[in-house]
């Protein structure tokens, strides 16, 4: 137990004699200062927490930056602490390290849904740049375990253990933390299964005490072998954990009586050709157990463990499970990837490369990168992480490892996803094998492929890796999109056709803004097709101003809304009144500016003329630089309320057209179902391909212009349109 930071210096001291000292005392201070009045649920100062996993880390000989990084691991998130205080006083890595193991401190599970997979997938991407954040998530989980008895409400202890057993141990295992992984394992289990637990205890006490003659003798008589063949090596024997127990109880279906290999021994040699004639020499004093030789040293786990596993009938016809290995590679199965790290830190970069090797740390960020939704990705990840594997060869001998139960579809998409993807056969040693074929340890397959071959959605019944799944679900759900996208653009071609528009990708693309859930045109496609948008919704977005015929002909039925002529003569017989002008004095005579053409809507400002009165501009109308020594004559106008009919002014764009037969019919057609009418039409420029001009428009106000101006952006023989300015 690391009680202050002189214990924890003194403990790193043990590996690692040049250690910073004051670096270590100096993250404990700023520690404790920033979680002042911070207390955990044992009552004891918050700070102890980090120190303790520090100390953890010691254990593990890792580095100094590491170790600082977890006395600092919770600062960011639970203090006044920032990003750049940190990395001032410390280092941009600590910093950087912090901030990352911080992102991830709140992965707490109602479920193993929605939020917490969203957050596993932040770990895994903080992991796969620096492994380093895990091993502190790992060291923090375990020093939590051991604490977790001060939590008072029992459905929170069991919430935390299962999400202990269900993530952090695959977790560990995966980068060959065995002891760490064993600790979080049982303490987990004590919580979730405390009767099973208290059973397999009492049954190991009463065990300990008959069977302590029997390990004695064990480790005697193979010291004795190893010993006369000349080998230089050390026997040890261990209890197998509780929790390991038990999940072979249920794996075998058997009671704890008929469980004979509760007791692993050990032998740790030099070299790995001590290793071969040691286990040579145990096969010819003892009878060998059928099927249960493994050889890790030449097909290590994906974990990089490394080992001889053997089963033999030993002393007084004891079944006895021995383990044979090197030091180093002894080392490695407790500390994993953390033995690639070497407390200098010249190494550390190195180390960081190492991990990033992985094959399973690959495979989860190509799931990453096919899941969209993030239960799938969690799924898909509890069947990469969770399983037992086989090994199988391709016919040039290169090895996989797999999840147990694999198929051929597995194995192929372990190859390669395009391997996978056109996938139509396989031999598994040399014979056709249906692609349902669970695959053996030792098989050699060999993927029969065709370039036309796409991934048959019944595959996904059989596989069990979760590349192959993810891989095969993402081809279901573009297949699907693709259908969506077809029906969806079908029915958009019919509201065009029906309303006398000519339907083009163009059109649609101008609105894909204004729907936050769709990025392009076959997004707006898809979700018309799937039901969640309306077509007819989608056109009225292209052409807000847009008229049916129907409401044409209520708009030119002169008893229900006037027309635009009407609208005149209305207003020469005093009938309707122009919109006023705020800021004037009344009886002032008015002009609109034809330079720019002031609409309704548009910010104006009002220009005194000698003889005319005052003349309304737009407040970026070019013709406004003319007056700018002469400030006297400008006067602050803007736009009063207009009645139910505003008086009708015009617009000025500037348009250019593709030269085709029926461009200006197009244009002509466009404006009136927006409800515009043409006033004039100026072309000032022809190609054989383009002509350009200006058209003056009868609008309301800005708003329908703008209306307009999107319509004719819409239209396939539009090139462009502007608003005319300063002219």
């Not at 993250?27 to 404790?32: E, P």
């Not at 002042?36 to 918050?46: C, I, V």
């Not at 736009?639 to 008086?647: A, F, I, L, T, Y």
Request: include cysteine.
């Amino acid at each position: 137990m690391t009680s202050s930071a002189a214990e924890l210096v003194s403990q790193i001291k043990t590996y690692n004699p040049e250690v910073n000292a004051k670096l270590i005392e100096d993250a404990v201070d700023f520690a404790r200062i920033k979680h002042e009045g911070q207390f955990r649920t044992s009552g004891e100062p918050y700070y102890t927490h980090p120190l303790e996993v520090a100390g953890i880390l010691a254990d593990m000989k890792m580095d100094t930056v590491t170790i600082v990084t977890a006395i600092l691991h919770d600062t960011l998130e639970d203090t006044d602490a920032t990003y750049d205080e940190i990395a001032k006083k410390f280092s941009p890595e600590v910093a950087s390290l912090v901030n990352g193991v911080s992102k991830l401190s709140k992965i707490e599970s109602q479920t193993i849904e929605g939020k917490q997979a969203e957050n596993f997938r932040k770990l895994l991407l903080a992991m796969s740049e620096d492994i380093r954040v895990l091993l502190i998530k790992l060291a923090d989980r375990l020093h939590n375990m051991r604490t977790l008895h001060h939590i008072q409400k029992p459905e929170k202890r069991y919430r935390i253990a299962r999400e202990t057993m269900e993530l952090y141990g695959p977790l560990a295992e995966r980068v060959g933390l065995h002891k760490i992984k064993e600790d979080i394992e049982d303490l987990a289990f004590s919580y979730m299964n405390p009767e099973a637990r208290d059973s397999i205890t009492n049954r190991l006490s009463f065990l300990r005490q008959a069977g302590s003659d029997l390990v004695n003798t064990v480790i005697r008589e193979l010291n004795k072998l190893i010993g006369e063949a000349g080998i230089s090596g050390q026997v040890t024997g261990r209890e197998k954990t509780r929790y390991s127990i038990w999940k072979k109880m249920q794996r075998k279906n058997v009671s704890f009586e008929q469980l004979s290999d509760i007791m692993a021994f050990r032998i740790v040699v030099d070299t790995i050709a001590e290793c071969y004639h040691a286990l040579g020499v145990v096969h010819s004093k003892y009878s060998v157990v059928p099927g249960r030789f493994k050889d890790y040293i030449s097909t290590p786990k994906p974990n990089g463990y490394r080992s001889l596993h053997t089963t033999v009938i030993g002393p007084e016809n004891q079944r006895i499970e021995i383990q044979i290995r090197t030091s180093e590679m002894n080392a490695e199965a407790d500390l994993g990837v953390a033995a690639h790290w070497a407390y200098k830190q010249s190494d550390v970069k190195e180390a960081i490369g190492e991990a990033k090797k992985y094959r399973w740390m690959r495979e989860l960020l190509d799931i990453l990168e096919q899941d969209q939704r993030p239960e799938d990705f969690w799924e898909n990840t509890k069947l990469e992480l969770f399983q037992e594997h086989v090994f199988a060869f391709t016919p040039k001998g290169d090895l996989f490892e797999l999840p147990a139960g694999s198929t051929p579809i597995d194995f192929a998409y372990a190859i390669h996803s395009d391997v996978g993807n056109r996938c139509v056969g396989a031999k598994i040693n040399g014979r056709i094998a249906p692609l349902n074929t669970k695959l053996q340890n030792g098989d050699q397959v060999e993927i029969v492929t065709a370039k036309t071959q796409n991934p048959s959605p019944t595959w996904e019944r059989f596989v069990v890796t979760g590349k192959a799944r993810s891989h095969i679900r993402r081809f279901i759900r573009q297949q699907q999109r693709t259908e969506y996208v077809t029906l969806g653009k079908a029915m958009l071609q019919k509201v065009f056709k029906s309303e006398g528009y000519e339907f083009t990708d163009k059109a649609v693309a101008g609105i894909v803004d204004q729907y936050r859930e769709c990025e392009d045109v076959d997004d707006v496609y898809a979700g018309i097709g799937a039901g969640n948008i309306v077509a007819r919704d989608i056109f009225r977005s292209i052409f807000p101003a847009h008229k049916s015929d129907q409401e044409l002909a209520k708009l030119n039925d002169p008893e229900e809304i006037p027309t635009i002529k009407a609208a005149q003569n209305q207003l020469r017989t005093g009938k309707l009144q122009p919109m006023p002008i705020k800021g004037l004095i009344p009886g002032m005579a008015v002009h609109f500016a034809r330079c720019c053409h002031p609409l309704p809507g548009d910010r104006i400002v009002g220009i005194v003329t000698t003889g005319k009165g005052v003349t309304v501009h737009t407040i970026d109308c070019e013709t406004l630089e003319q007056f700018a020594d002469t400030p006297e004559r400008w006067i602050d106008v803007s736009w009063g309320e207009g009645q139910d009919n505003p008086e009708n002014r015009v617009g000025r764009l500037m348009v250019t057209i593709s030269n085709t037969p029926g461009a200006l019919g197009t244009i002509s057609t466009v404006i009136g179902k927006s409800g515009g009418n043409i006033t004039n039409l100026k072309i000032t420029s022809r190609t054989i391909d383009f002509w350009d001009m200006y058209l003056d428009v009868a609008v309301t106000d800005t708003k329908h212009l703008n209306n307009i101006v999107a319509a004719l952006r819409a239209t396939p023989q539009i090139v462009s349109v502007e608003r005319a300015r300063g002219r």
